[in-house]
T-cell receptor
Framework: DVKVTQSSRYLVKRTGEKVFLECVQD?????MFWYRQDPGLGLRLIYF???????EKGDIPEGYSVSREKKERFSLILESASTNQTSMYLC?????????????FGPGTRLTVT | GQNIDQPTEMTATEGAIVQINCTYQ??????LFWYQQHAGEAPTFLSY??LDGLEEKGRFSSFLSRSKGYSYLLLKELQMKDSASYLC??????????WGAGTKLIIKP
């Protein structure tokens, strides 16, 4: 089974702090994604990566950056956390050209910025 | 712009059948996905449709009409464990997933 893990299930940070969210997948997937999920809104793509050291902006990249130094690990960085970044953050991975481009999700990190 | 519409919430009775609709307007189409998400958990894949018609998988079926920009997820013999949110997502011409806000399904005994 594909397993996608995220470093924390719950995180509380103060405004202005630098925040790191880590995601690791164990199935050698090329593609990795970071989403945020807010009530009443669909999943919104922040950044994605198709390969090591490669990154592409999604729909809402402002205030975020990412790092992919190894194939299995994709990190989301909030340079200076703000209260409007309080959200559920979901990481996902998929095979390049794989069946249906089905995405496998991690359990999510619920981040609260106070 | 790109848009996915699905009802916010639906209620059904255990043992019954429920149909969750999804309409979409996207730039291009490379398939439609349904995911299930239990409260506090990650979304999990349910189905994928790229051709018109009905795909059946056990108690769950998914239908697609590309000409109408319409899909539905049909759940039969509802069980309490089916209480969850159901997310519709369309893959656009850039192979990016556009997500609906999800439909929260409440099952009553």
């Amino acid at each position: 089974d594909v397993k996608v893990t995220q470093s924390s299930r719950y995180l509380v940070k103060r405004t202005g702090e630098k925040v790191f969210l880590e995601c690791v997948q164990d199935m050698d997937h090329e593609n990795m994604f970071w989403y945020r999920q807010d009530p009443g809104l669909g999943l919104r793509l922040i950044y994605f990566s198709y390969d090591v050291k490669m990154k592409e902006k999604g729909d809402i990249p402002e205030g975020y950056s990412v790092s992919r130094e190894k194939k299995e690990r994709f990190s989301l960085i909030l340079e200076s956390a703000s209260t409007n970044q309080t959200s559920m953050y979901l990481c996902a991975s998929s095979l390049r050209g794989g069946r249906l481009n089905e995405q496998y999700f991690g359990p999510g990190t619920r981040l609260t910025v106070t | 712009g790109q848009n996915i519409d699905q009802p916010t919430e639906m209620t059904a009775t255990e043992g019954a059948i429920v149909q969750i609709n999804c309409t979409y307007q996207t730039s291009g189409f490379n398939g439609l996905f349904w995911y299930q998400q239990h409260a506090g958990e990650a979304p999990t894949f349910l189905s994928y449709n790229v051709l018109d018609g009905l795909e059946e998988k056990g108690r769950f079926s998914s239908f697609l009409s590309r000409s109408k920009g319409y899909s539905y997820l049909l759940l039969k013999e509802l069980q309490m464990k089916d209480s969850a949110s159901y997310l519709c997502a369309v893959m656009d011409s850039n192979y990016q997933l556009i997500w609906g806000a999800g439909t929260k399904l409440i099952i009553k005994p």
